[in-house]
Each structure stands twice: as structure tokens, then as C-alpha cells.
């Protein structure tokens, strides 16, 4: 018998869950103890409220739920059901946050994530276009942080600077964190780097998932960068994060960049804090907290594979391809490096094609993308979905007094005019 589309989606939907840890059970079944996290299909909830897809268990208590459609249906449609079901429980689950935090909704081709612990909840893509979910270890985890008032608290006894009320009793996630940033110190920052981080922040307040900040070389965009993955870190908790280059002179380069900044709290350097990796092997350490290499040793690492040819990192992924426009590189999920790994994602010199060959790859983390460029093109500002944070030219630097302007000779010589014979 042909299986029915919403047959289809939950078949899917289950490799999806198992290849994230997921133990699936159906509802006469039910054994809590089977893993550290359980889905239950078919879940009966409170009268009036009908059946979740599946009820999602993590260390034997009720932390979300997952809705299943067919492919191609409006997942945005069903979000109004997914939040009834977190508010009908039925009698006895007890879970530690209620209403259930996680709700996911997913085609078994797509899955979307609803955190209703964030201050502003938005449904957003785990991997674009792609059916990934979370793991039952970063769910325990999340909901195991500190609550906002707490990292708050904690912060400013730690010297952490401004204090910031909060009062939000439960978890805090890195949305909420966020949001209590203290101040920028601006006296080691120029004006210009300022701006940007300021407005890179706001953005990332406002929750917009990706954004570009656009200034001219030799500006100082890469500081400004730092600046921003600093404060990310310090304030509001980012696990990780992704430096993302081309090729691998570019990563040497923000890798100086980042051994030679010093923070603006104590002048201590960024590498004396916290674990900054360029990548010479497809293996990141457990302890790393920033982490450089290029987009075409992340794709082998996604792939599974041991090791990478480092030739292969030298010329840009753009050249590297003749500048073809190909169908974008497929990415299937890697439990070694799955879409929670990075919580922001910096791509340097974003210009240079990210949005066609290797657009899958980057899509693939649950994380903020932020890009970086002097030049962008009009795909560019489209895969930044128009979010132009900083704009910083030529012109603008140099009335400044960042950078010195430039002439143009033109030297004519009887060679170079009317060529010569050997």
C-alpha cells in the first residue's frame, strides 16, 4: 500500500529524531528510561486538546513537542495548534518549565523551532531546508542555564560592568542574554567601530538572524568583529562561534587578529580568555570557543571525513570553481558537529559566492550569521535578507580620517602604448 503523505512526513520525521539521539517509542510503549531523550508518538493531552505527534522527554520529564505535516505544507500555518498543545498538558506530567519550551513543527523535509523561552518567541529554521533537529543533550542543557536574573547577578559580581535587572525566573537562553548587554567601552574602539557594533547588536536584540556589516579594508571591521564575538561570549553565554573564511591566508590573518586583541575590561588578550582554533585537522577541541577555518574544510568535516588537503585550502572556494554557478553543495546531519554546535556564525569577505556553491553549508548551524564585507554584491544583501547593519565606505573612511585616500596614474610608456618585438 502507498503510504499517504502524512505517513511519509512521520517516516522522515523519525530518521530525523533518531540520527539526533532520539529514542522513538509509541504511546502504549512508553518506556522514559530507554534514553536520555524519549519521543512518544500519538501522546493523548488533556481533554479537549486532541493528540501531539510526538511528546518529547528529556531525562523522563516533558520539555517539548513536535507536530508533523505533510510535505509542502505552510508550517507557519500550524503554529496556534503547536502552542495549544504546550498549554494542555494532561494531569501528571509535571514538567520543569511550563508551558513546554520546545515546540518543533516539521514536513520531514523542513523543521521549524519554536523556544518559548526566548523574550520575543519566532519560529526559525534549525537547517534551512532541511529536517534536522535538536539533540536531547542541548535541550537538557538549555534548560539547565542559568535563569536571567542569575547570570545577571553573577556577571556583576564577577566585575562584568553595568547591572542590568531582570527578573525572568526561568532558564535564560542566549536571545534573552542578549538582551542585557552592558554598555560598549568605547575609548579603545574608533567611532566608526563603535557604530558597528552597536547596531550589530541592536540587530541581534531585535532577534533578525542574519545580518551584514559593510566597511572598507583597512577600516576595521575585523576589530569590530572581535568586539562583538567578545561581548557574545562574555555577556551573553554564545557557546561557540564559527569564523568562517575561504581560504586559508585568510584565516592566518584573523587568527594574528585575534591573538593580538586585548579586551576592553581588564587588557588582557582574547586568547588568554578563551580557546581560539584555526584549523589544521578536521577535529575541533572540546574546549575551543572560537573557531577558524575555511568553507571547504567545514564541508569535508560535515561529510565525515578524517582529514582535508590543505592545497585545497589556499585559493578562494570562488576561483577554486572556475566561477561557476553550481547547484548548492548537498549537507546530510553529522551527529559529531550537528546544527546547535555553532551559536553564531562570522563569514569573512562574504562577496565571494557563499550564497550559491556553498549556501547549504552555512545554512546548515541553528545560529546567527553575521557577514563581513567591503564589497558586497546585490545576492549579498539578499542572503543577509536586506539586514545592512553598517555601512562604511570608501569615502566615509577617509573623511574620517580612518583611511588616506589614493590617486590613480596613468603611466604611458612607447612599450605599453605600441607594444615591442623579441
Do not use: C
Not at 510526538?54 to 500555518?77: C, H, Q, R
Not at 563603535?194 to 540587530?203: R, Y
Not at 564541508?299 to 572556475?322: C, I, N, R, W
Request: aromatic share 10%; hydrophobic share 40%; charged share 25%.
Amino acid at each position: 500500500m502507498t503510504p499517504t503523505p502524512e505517513q511519509e512526513a512521520r517516516e522522515h520525521i523519525d530518521v530525523a529524531l533518531e540520527a539526533a539521539g532520539w529514542v522513538i517509542q509509541d504511546r502504549s510503549k512508553m518506556n522514559l528510561s530507554a534514553g536520555t531523550g524519549v519521543a512518544v508518538r500519538e501522546f493523548k493531552m488533556a481533554d479537549g486538546h486532541g493528540f501531539a505527534d510526538y511528546m518529547l522527554f528529556v531525562d523522563g520529564k516533558a520539555v517539548g513537542i513536535l507536530e508533523a505535516k505533510p510535505a509542502g505544507y505552510p508550517l507557519t500555518s500550524v503554529e496556534l495548534q503547536a502552542d495549544k498543545y504546550a498549554t494542555g498538558l494532561p494531569a501528571g506530567l509535571n514538567p520543569p518549565v511550563n508551558p513546554l519550551p520546545f515546540l518543533y513543527l516539521s514536513t520531514g523535509v523542513e523543521t521549524r523551532f519554536i523556544n518559548l523561552l526566548d523574550p520575543d518567541p519566532k519560529t526559525r529554521p534549525i537547517s534551512r531546508n532541511l529536517p534536522h533537529i535538536h539533540r536531547p543533550a542541548t535541550l537538557s542543557e538549555w534548560l539547565h542555564a542559568d535563569t536571567l536574573h542569575g547570570w545577571v547577578t553573577r556577571l556583576h559580581a564577577e566585575g562584568g560592568g553595568f547591572y542590568t535587572s531582570a527578573d525572568d525566573s526561568r532558564p535564560s537562553t542566549l536571545r534573552s542574554r542578549l538582551q542585557t548587554l552592558p554598555p560598549l567601552k568605547r575609548s579603545f574602539l574608533f567611532p566608526n567601530q563603535v557604530e558597528a557594533v552597536t547596531n550589530l547588536e541592536l540587530s541581534l536584540k531585535r532577534n533578525r538572524p542574519r545580518a551584514l556589516v559593510q566597511m572598507a579594508t583597512g577600516s576595521g571591521k575585523t576589530i569590530a568583529a572581535i568586539t562583538a564575538i567578545y561581548r557574545m561570549i562574555r555577556y551573553a553565554g554564545a557557546r561557540r562561534v564559527l569564523f568562517l573564511v575561504d581560504r586559508s591566508n585568510l584565516g592566518e590573518q584573523a587568527e594574528k587578529e585575534f591573538q593580538g586583541y586585548r579586551t576592553p575590561d581588564d587588557n588582557r588578550k582574547f586568547t588568554e580568555l578563551y580557546n581560539v582554533q584555526r584549523l589544521t585537522s578536521n577535529t575541533i577541541g572540546s574546549s575551543s570557543k572560537v573557531v577558524i577555518t575555511t568553507i571547504q574544510r567545514l564541508y569535508s568535516m560535515l561529510k565525515g571525513e578524517p582529514d582535508f588537503d590543505p592545497v585545497a585550502e589556499e585559493a578562494s572556494q570562488f576561483e577554486s570553481t572556475g566561477g561557476a554557478m553550481k547547484e548548492p553543495l548537498p549537507v546530510v546531519y553529522n551527529p559529531a558537529y550537528p546544527p546547535e554546535f555553532f551559536d553564531v556564525v562570522v563569514i569573512d569577505e562574504v562577496h565571494r559566492s557563499i550564497y550559491s556553491l556553498w549556501r547549504q553549508v552555512v545554512e546548515y548551524f541553528d545560529a546567527f550569521l553575521i557577514g563581513l564585507t567591503a564589497t558586497p554584491a546585490k545576492q549579498t544583501f539578499g542572503f543577509f535578507e536586506k539586514n545592512l547593519v553598517m555601512e562604511y565606505d570608501h569615502e566615509r573612511a577617509v573623511a574620517d580620517g580612518v583611511n588616506v585616500d589614493f590617486e590613480v596614474y596613468n603611466i604611458r610608456t612607447k612599450i605599453t602604448e605600441g607594444g615591442s618585438t623579441i
